[in-house]
């Protein structure tokens, strides 16, 4: 048993049909994105802290899971997690009632294994992940949550949650690079190293994306990186 703040994580050895329903989507944005799971049912749980974006863990009245909102932070990270178990996990709170989760801190997105990870801290040792879907899982270092993995994140990407995202074209290794630079020129890491100004970053997001948005096979994932860098040169230029 695993435990997330007061949520109860039940562990099963066999994949489990209880998100099935569930849809996965990343909300992509210029420096601010979210990875949701959902059912498209309302409950109650985690919130928002005042300054920003975190985990958002929503429950139904009878105690089981409807949604995560899970915020994508924009510090970049290099992290081999080192798996010591893994197993299915069904989320549950048995009185659902507001609460808050510490938002991830770091995030890492790695072409090569095709996958986005953010952390709230950075694990020392072993870690444990608890799949919720076969492309998701939690990740917890010494029984304590230490954030989560999306595989294949790019298939998942969207403009809002509101979006239908349809018939999924696949990504190909070129895109995922693509992205991958996407990421650590928008980033906390650049910022600082342009002496925090903004509109030096934008602008070379723009230089080193834009001539190759083409790399991006499917139009409507083209269409909202494309959007995301025009309204952020509109913004700090």
Not at 35 to 45: A, E, H, P, Q, T
Not at 66 to 90: A, D, F, H, Q
Not at 120 to 141: A, H, I, R
């Amino acid at each position: 048993m695993f435990n997330i703040s007061y949520i109860k994580i039940k562990t099963h050895s066999q994949p489990l049909t209880t998100y099935d329903e569930f849809v996965i989507k990343y909300a992509f944005g210029g420096n601010s994105s979210l990875v949701s799971i959902s059912n498209g049912k309302l409950g109650i749980g985690s919130e928002h802290w005042i300054s920003e974006n975190s985990e958002c863990f929503l429950f139904g009245k009878d105690g089981g899971l409807v949604r995560m909102e899970l915020s994508v932070p924009n510090k970049n990270i290099k992290k081999n997690l080192n798996k010591k178990t893994s197993c299915w996990g069904e989320i549950l709170f048995p009185s659902p009632r507001p609460f808050l989760v510490t938002p991830t801190k770091f995030r890492e997105l790695s072409a090569q294994r095709k996958e986005l990870t953010c952390l709230n801290f950075v694990p020392v040792g072993d870690v444990d992940y608890v799949f919720v879907k076969e492309d998701f899982y939690l990740v917890f270092s010494g029984g304590k949550y230490c954030g989560y993995r999306l595989r294949n994140p790019i298939r998942y990407l969207c403009e809002s949650l509101d979006e239908d995202l349809g018939l999924i074209t696949e990504p190909d290794d070129a895109e995922y690079y693509l992205m991958e630079e996407y990421f650590s020129i928008m980033s906390d890491d650049k910022f600082d190293e342009l002496s925090q100004d903004m509109r030096l970053l934008v602008l070379e997001l723009s230089s080193k994306i834009t001539p190759q948005l083409r790399t991006i096979q499917c139009a409507r994932r083209r269409k909202v990186v494309e959007k995301t860098i025009v309204e952020l040169l509109d913004f700090y230029s």
